[in-house]
């Protein structure tokens, strides 16, 4: 007897803008100029940020700075379809995804500069602060998703994370509960090509990241992740299934870490200059003005300003940074429980 | 009051508190259908229904992990894991992240939720399914850690582990779960986190103890006092915090302490205990503090060997006498 054929699937791969600005007019959503000019403008802010912090970095007034260079339309395009109500739990590389949700840009960099008083979302932004664990937050994501199904509320959740994050037992276990359960959760994967200096291809044997939803029980779709169009489309469709009690969807968007892991890494050691200058043709920005331009809504002026409108924004985000006052060391006890022990509290007064 | 088991006392602190809030949620491995392991569980899913009473894929990690997140979304989750053995599997999500998501949000999310795990040795499950591992959670700032002796004290501390606003870990004894005792009916009763509780009264050696040492610690203060020795047996109760004023009020009423622990003694909750006697009571203290501690080895499978391992009447009756006669 011949073995029968128990599961088939198939992945695909969504692209709707190419490397030359070209769109697929039958793919494209409907997005006014004016959307799209503030798809644009919120990638420029993301690397002005980026650009910023690096500079800030090196002058001793940041720390350890992870930079997003190349990422800005995976996190851009997917921030966009997300909704103020729907909730998101960020890793520590989606800077652009904090921007396009309005977050404070002045409390990233106080953040970044060693202040944890930084990651005080405020009250009208359903945004965790950002996981420096590698995936760990999935299981978070998961558990809040749980907590809005049962409490009614007809809300999506989103958690962000990288290629090396599908490594962990976090992401295996998260993304099983998520589907025995079918829970209002949209995952979305930055396959930046690097987990520090291992390569994509020696953290999976697997032809795509996104194949391991199927694993799961539910959708897993691959995008071209410097495609600002085609992440945000994806990720609309897989956050109204999920307010729509369709389930969860695993989003894996192709992009490429232009610059090191952190300040603290020098990714010349570990990969050509020739594979990098490679996606630095298909920066996702450049690809945008393109489209842009030959839709006669893009000049070098408009670019210009635009950018010195961003770079404007750093300057007056950094200089409201600097005038907050540092922390006070006994703050460190003031949030460590609901209630402090004796001994914490003798801690807290010996300082 | 009614007799009941120290199983049935947690029971119905699990009911009383989901009738009394809608927020308070159960999951874990075999908790619904099957009723949990220990049957802790036993006609909740009947009562509460499936969304509140959750089977959950065998993911000690993540059980803890949806349990942090489902309680910054507004829920009181309380987890089971099977027993404190597999919390193992879960120590990234307890130690990286229930302990300090408070302190690195800044205040701005509370994680009321619970993980109930039982544990302790005695049951002839060998190596890696008896051990004690209460310490590993005390060292670690951030965490609630409760472990009750009695079904009182089981039902009472459950209920403020629920309403706390702290994650707190909830470590039930193996071999307690049928043992009896007079439990309150009033569905407000409530036993404090963090305060200790003098289970019987003595002047002239405090017997400091927790969980299934205390129920140990009772018989050989029983003994003890047949042969003229007057033992104050303080049943610590929460582990985490610590109740510093309780111990060091029995040992200045005493002058001596025995501290029981179930634990590995290297590195166990007795050094802490004893160091704080000593760092607070050194000047009434008439003998130095003695400890009695698990062996430590890892458990061993055959039934003779493993009781060896473990804390028991006499050990804790021959550490009394020692400290009796002890002297600086």
Request: charged share 25%.
């Amino acid at each position: 007897m011949p073995n029968e054929v128990i599961a088939e699937f198939k992945v695909t791969r969504m692209s709707i803008l190419d490397e030359n600005g070209i769109a697929d007019v039958a793919l494209m959503p409907e997005l006014s100029h004016e959307e799209i000019r503030k798809m644009y403008e919120l990638m420029l802010l993301a690397r002005a940020f980026d650009q910023r912090a690096l500079a800030l970095q090196r002058e001793g007034r940041l720390g350890t700075y992870p930079p997003i260079m190349g990422q800005e339309a995976a996190q851009v395009g997917s921030a966009m379809a997300i909704k103020p109500a729907d909730w998101v739990f960020p890793s520590f590389r989606e800077t652009g995804v904090h921007l396009s949700l309005g977050y404070p840009i002045a409390q990233i960099f106080q953040y970044w500069s060693g202040d944890e008083r930084g990651q005080l979302t405020p009250d009208n932004l359903n945004i965790f602060p950002f996981c420096v664990s590698v995936g760990t937050h999935i299981p978070h994501a998961v558990g809040a998703a749980m907590a809005a199904r049962y409490r009614r509320d007809p809300i999506a959740v989103v958690a962000y994370f990288g290629d090396g994050a599908t490594s962990k037992g976090d992401f295996h276990e998260g993304f099983n509960m998520a589907g025995v359960f079918r829970l209002p959760v949209v995952f979305i994967c930055q396959n930046n090509q690097w987990a520090i200096s291992i390569p994509v291809k020696e953290q999976t044997a697997a032809a795509s990241l996104a194949q391991k939803a199927v694993a799961y029980g539910f959708e897993g779709i691959q995008v071209d992740g410097n495609d600002v169009f085609a992440v945000y489309c994806a990720t609309r469709n897989a956050l109204e299934k999920a307010r729509g009690n369709g389930g969860p969807t695993f989003i894996e968007c192709l992009t490429y870490r232009v610059a090191d892991h952190t300040t603290a890494d020098d990714a010349g050691r570990y990969r050509s200059s020739e594979e990098v200058a490679a996606w630095r043709a298909r920066d996702p920005i450049l690809r945008l003005e393109r489209f842009m331009a030959a839709q006669g809504f893009w000049s070098e002026d408009y670019g210009r300003e635009a950018r010195s409108r961003a770079s404007a924004s750093m300057d007056e985000a950094v200089h409201e940074m600097e005038g907050f006052p540092p922390p006070a060391a006994a703050d460190m006890f003031e949030h460590a429980c609901a209630s402090l022990s004796p001994r914490q509290t003798r801690q807290q007064e010996g300082l | 009051m009614s007799e009941m088991t120290y199983r049935d006392a947690l029971n119905l602190a699990l009911k009383e508190e989901m009738r009394r809030d809608p927020t308070v949620v159960v999951w874990g491995e075999d908790v619904a259908l099957y009723e949990g392991s220990f049957k802790v569980t036993r006609g909740l899913v009947a009562e509460f229904g499936e969304e509140r009473v959750k089977d959950t894929p065998i993911s000690e990690n993540t059980i803890v992990g949806v349990t942090i997140g489902a309680a910054m979304g507004g829920l009181r989750p309380v987890a089971e894991l099977m027993t404190v053995n597999f919390a193992l599997l879960a120590m990234d999500q307890i130690v990286n992240h229930m302990s300090k998501i408070r302190s690195m949000f800044g205040g701005q999310t509370n994680l009321p939720l619970v993980v109930r795990m039982p544990g302790g040795g005695g049951s002839q499950l060998a190596a890696q399914h008896s051990q004690s591992l209460e310490t590993f959670f005390m060292h670690c700032p951030g965490l609630r850690l409760v472990y009750p002796a009695t079904p009182a004290d089981a039902k009472g501390l459950l209920k403020s582990a629920i309403r706390d606003n702290n994650p707190v870990i909830f470590l039930e004894h193996e071999l307690l779960y049928n043992s009896k005792g007079e439990v309150p009916e009033d569905p407000e009763f409530l036993v404090p986190i963090g305060k200790s509780e003098v289970k019987r009264s003595g002047d002239q050696v405090t017997i400091v103890a927790y969980a299934r040492m205390t129920v140990l610690a009772l018989q050989a203060a029983e003994d003890l006092a047949k042969e003229g020795i007057s033992c104050e047996v303080l049943d610590l109760r929460s582990l985490a915090p610590l109740d510093d004023e309780g111990i060091m009020a029995s040992i200045r009423k005493t002058g001596r302490a025995v501290v029981v622990e179930e634990c590995w003694r290297t590195c166990g909750l007795g050094a802490e205990i004893s160091s704080r006697i000593f760092e607070n009571c050194f000047d009434i203290l008439q003998a130095p503090v003695q400890r009695v501690s698990g062996l430590d080895v890892p458990m061993p499978y055959s039934r003779e060997i493993e009781k060896i391992c473990i804390p028991r009447k006499e050990t804790i009756v021959q550490a009394v006498k020692e400290v009796m006669q002890g002297k600086f």
